[in-house]
């Protein structure tokens, strides 16, 4: 395995020196460490592990790692794409470990998963995971460690039936898992013996200093970025999104407690800063942050957004942008058509969208990349051919912006509304007409 850039890591917190009896912890991340260092979520979950003395962790990606230990005690993956799922089991095998939880003796680490897309359907990989942790890291990870430290030396099974009373800690191998048929949903889900929880709670954290990067490298997919988790959630609640419903209620970072520091801190290190969150513009203090950024110290930083909302790309937040190094911005829309829209619940006109494509030029932005969907449950080729007259209305409005639409099929999720739509055979069809 290849060794990891570590010289070019800038360090954003102080790891501990690990205690001889450190628990040994592989951290890894099922895809390349270009990839993987550029989410924020491994980023967290790996410094709080590098913090304690009691854990010795080492990372591991799937072209490079740190050092491994001779002994893993504990492996853990954190997962943000289904598609990642295939990596996983490759470096399971690689590491000559099972693939499956029930081959594992006490010879093989625990394995533990989390993360979004875990947290969002454990089901269809239970069979792979010890654990699988459900929910938001603040408090459910140092929880699962405390735990675990304290069962170092305890057998599997003990260890297995200890974790799941940890709130939050879902053992697969515990529950029986039964099915309305071979392709059906689940029937029921039922502990195997009365002192296992019959109900794992997933985590949610209230507080409202959220999640900053605790490392800065060139070789990230976006070099040098430096992030900051600016919301947690949407209060949009549109019907397919997994971003939304999934880590709901809408949770805001605090300009004063956890923003500001964390861009100071950032920002004293790399002039390249990722504003992240499903719904960054509708933090209620945004304006006040666009005002810090656009201090004129600040002038050199390289300012990117993960998402904006449509009805809030005001002239303010285009000259921001455009300051800022940034030439573009993106819109998720769905659909040209109002009433796909109103069946998605996006609220949101088609003058808003125009209004934005016009406000993105007036602040001075050359493109505008708009995001939709094709197989909506209820959609038609009619709604489809709406999209296209959109885009040409969009660039009679602002014209000399450059516009893009990015399609996809529509892919239900779970936790959402539309969960049991299934996908629509036409979709790939209908992808063409968009
Ligand atoms: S506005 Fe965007 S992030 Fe919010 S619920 Fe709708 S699709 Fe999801």
């Known amino acids: 395995m290849a060794p990891l850039p570590l010289h070019d890591e800038t360090l954003l917190f102080e790891p501990a020196a690990a205690n001889d009896d450190a628990l040994a912890v592989v951290f890894a991340f099922p895809n390349q460490y270009t990839v993987g260092i550029t989410s924020l979520g491994y980023q967290v979950v790996w410094a709080t592990l590098a913090r304690r003395a009691d854990i010795s962790v080492s990372r591991l990606f799937t072209d490079g790692s740190e050092p491994l230990p001779p002994t893993i005690d504990v492996l853990g993956f954190s997962l943000s794409w289904e598609l990642d799922y295939a990596n996983l089991l490759t470096q399971l095998e690689t590491l000559d470990i099972p693939i499956f939880a029930s081959d594992r003796t006490e010879a093989h680490p625990l394995l533990f998963g989390g993360g979004p897309v875990l947290t969002a359907n454990p089901e269809p990989f239970a069979d792979f995971f010890d654990v699988i942790l459900l929910g938001d890291g603040e408090t459910l990870l140092d929880d699962f460690f405390d735990a675990l430290v304290e069962l170092k030396s305890a057998s599997r099974t003990q260890t297995l039936r200890r974790l799941a009373a940890v709130p939050g800690v879902y053992v697969p191998s515990l529950y029986s898992v039964t099915y309305e048929g071979p392709t059906g949903g689940v029937r029921a889900i039922a502990p195997v013996t009365s002192e296992i929880p019959a109900t794992v709670q997933k985590q949610t954290y209230r507080g409202n200093v959220l999640s900053a990067s605790t490392v800065v490298t060139p070789h990230a997919a976006w070099e040098n970025i430096f992030m900051v988790e600016v919301v947690r959630s949407c209060p949009e609640m549109c019907r397919f999104c997994l971003a939304s419903y999934l880590t709901l209620p809408f949770r805001t970072a605090s300009l004063e407690d956890s923003l500001l520091p964390a861009i100071e801190q950032g920002l004293a290190v790399t002039n390249r800063l990722g504003l992240l969150g499903a719904s960054v513009t509708q933090h209620p203090e945004f304006e006040t942050l666009l005002d810090y950024l656009n201090q004129p110290q600040f002038d ?23 300051r800022h190094d940034t030439r573009s911005i993106t819109i998720a829309i769905e659909s040209g058509s109002e009433r796909v829209r109103q069946i998605v619940n996006k609220k949101l006109e088609t003058d808003d969208i125009e209004r934005a494509a016009v406000n993105a030029k007036a602040g001075g932005l050359s493109a505008m990349k708009l995001y939709g969907m094709a197989g909506v449950p209820g959609e038609t080729m009619a709604d489809l051919e709406q999209t296209v007259a959109l885009m040409l209305r969009l660039k009679k409005a602002a014209p000399g912006l450059r516009l893009t639409f990015g399609c996809s099929t529509f892919v239900p999720k779970a936790h959402t509304p539309f969960q049991w739509y299934g996908v629509n055979k036409e979709a790939e069809k209908r992808l063409g007409v968009a």
């Open 300 to 322: 050199d930083v390289r300012l990117s957004i993960a998402s904006v909302r449509t009805n809030t790309v005001t002239p303010k937040l285009a000259e921001t942008l455009t």
